[in-house]
């Protein structure tokens, strides 16, 4: 079991920054590959961004160049860091965790990110 925390949404003017994190307990961080999606009003949700047990990461042509996901084991974080932030950027953020493997999903309740034109 694997229990997930966001923090770090808010409101921001278009083209400034925000930087979400996602605290995982319960279960070994390092063994679950890490992702962020997000999902707007009225949209289905969408892959935001995804990094692997080793590092290597994923992104949505949306996001590519503006988005930046790093994790930190030893503190069983997942960060999101996001520049140049547009209104379409406005969406709750989640935060999910796969053991790959073994068919375990977990979610996070998702925080919201706003961004004003």
């Known amino acids: 079991q694997v229990q997930l925390v966001e923090s770090g949404g808010g409101l921001v003017q278009a083209g400034g920054s925000l930087r979400l994190s996602c605290a995982a307990s319960g279960s070994i961080f390092s063994m679950y590959i890490m992702g962020w999606y997000r999902q707007a009003p009225g949209k289905q949700r969408e892959l935001v961004a995804t990094i692997t047990t080793g590092g290597s990461t994923n992104y949505a042509d949306s996001v590519k160049g503006r988005f930046t996901i790093s994790r930190d084991n030893a503190k069983n974080t997942v960060y999101l860091q996001m520049n140049s932030l547009k209104p379409e950027d406005t969406a709750v953020y989640r935060c999910?965790?796969?053991?790959?493997?073994?068919?375990?999903?977990?979610w996070g309740q998702g925080t919201q990110v706003t961004v004003s034109s």
């Open positions: 999910n965790a796969v053991r790959v493997g073994l068919g375990y999903n977990y």
